[in-house]
């Protein structure tokens, strides 16, 4: 008997028992919350489910999962090295139809004023004490970029990564919560109802020109914003030219779903207590919340502004689709033009700003990377 006890104090010792502390448990209770909103809410599943087992994961103490040797530290190399964020830049590209920005190239603009927030966040994360390399992840959570976030948090505040990047999935799966009352409030019923003239077809050679074009003139002006925009232009690129559609199709399917779910698990790896539950990581995720608001209100402010200068012909909504959480952000306009007017149909132009917000937010980090680095 004396055997079989000292056996099972053995294994208890060995246990992870031993080492569960309560910011494991609390972590613990995150991930579940996490996995929550991914399974009974749908809010992007693809994301926060793989998120929040990387964070339970991690939280399971003495695993050895995410020490040296361990397996979550080989798959964070993605992170490390920018690898899995500028892959995911090269299948959105090729899930992406640029074609609504190109007929319409003046919603490059609204792309612009949506990333208000960005700036906004920086300066409030500045203030509250962050230094500016810090600030400059944080502020990307305004551009509704979960892989921008990512890639410039591991170049400037790798010790941030976690909390930046939790932040910017979670405001990107609540972009329809979290939009709709903000462009009411900066809308009348009558802006919402605004009918937009439908969008020129755009040729086959100004779809190949365009992704080709974007990457020469970013690549001059910004050589630091290269590796996302011109991943992103590649993917599109494979999408238009007509003759890559297995590279196109691997880039939107395989590809981007194998990376997707490393990705995920890596970040949700970044959230050990340890790390996570400090004063800054709910600094962070107000900020973030501060920024994502502050974004969509500079696109519908905007909007309102291209209203004016139009005539009335541009429907002041589409600016909130000028952050970069493609295609949520044009289909919630589109929802919203519809519930005011069922025969309304924004969400082609919704996709301009859409597109150009995406490219606005790597251009914002190509320019903090270069002042900061």
């Not at 500079?298 to 909504?317: A, E, H, T, Y």
Request: aromatic residues 6%.
């Amino acid at each position: 008997m004396e055997v079989y006890l000292k056996a099972l104090l053995g294994i208890f010792n060995q246990s992870g028992f031993v080492g569960l502390t309560w910011g494991n448990v609390i972590m613990i209770g995150v991930s579940a919350i996490l996995l929550y909103l991914a399974i009974g809410k749908d809010f992007e599943p693809l994301l926060l489910v793989p998120i929040s087992i990387g964070c339970l994961l991690a939280n399971l103490p003495l695993s050895g999962i995410t020490s040296e040797g361990g397996f979550l530290r080989y798959t964070s190399f993605g992170i490390e090295h920018e690898i899995f964020p500028i892959i995911i830049f090269m299948g959105i590209g090729a899930l992406t139809d640029f074609g609504p920005l190109i007929a319409n190239p003046v919603t490059f603009l609204l792309g612009a004023a949506a990333q208000l927030g960005v700036f906004i966040a920086l300066l409030g994360a500045v203030a509250l004490g962050f230094t500016v390399k810090e600030a400059a992840p944080i502020g990307i959570i305004g551009g509704a970029d979960g892989p921008t976030t990512i890639y410039v948090a591991a170049k400037l505040a790798p010790h941030l990564l976690g909390a930046c990047a939790v932040a910017a999935y979670s405001y990107m799966s609540l972009v329809p919560i979290i939009q709709p009352p903000v462009i009411r409030l900066l809308t009348t019923k009558k802006d919402r109802c605004i009918r937009m003239e439908q969008l020129r077809p755009v040729s086959k050679r100004e779809r190949i020109l365009f992704p080709l074009i974007t990457t020469i003139i970013a690549g001059l002006i910004l050589p630091a914003s290269v590796p996302l925009i011109g991943m992103l232009m590649f993917g599109n690129l494979l999408r238009e030219c007509g003759v890559t559609d297995r590279l196109s199709l691997a880039a939107q399917n395989e590809i981007l779903n194998a990376t997707t779910i490393f990705l995920g698990i890596s970040v949700g790896a970044t959230m050990e207590a340890a790390v996570f539950l400090t004063p800054a990581t709910i600094k962070i995720i107000l900020l973030g919340l501060v920024a994502f608001a502050s974004s969509t209100a500079g696109g519908v402010l905007f909007g309102q502004i291209m209203k004016v200068l139009s005539g009335g012909k541009i429907n002041p909504m589409i600016g909130a689709a000028g952050v970069s959480a493609v295609p949520m952000a044009a289909r919630v306009v589109q929802r919203i033009s519809q519930k005011e007017d069922p025969g309304n149909f924004l969400l082609m132009h919704a996709m301009g700003p859409n597109v150009a917000g995406v490219i606005g937010t790597a251009v914002a980090a190509g320019v903090m990377i270069t002042l900061l680095s």
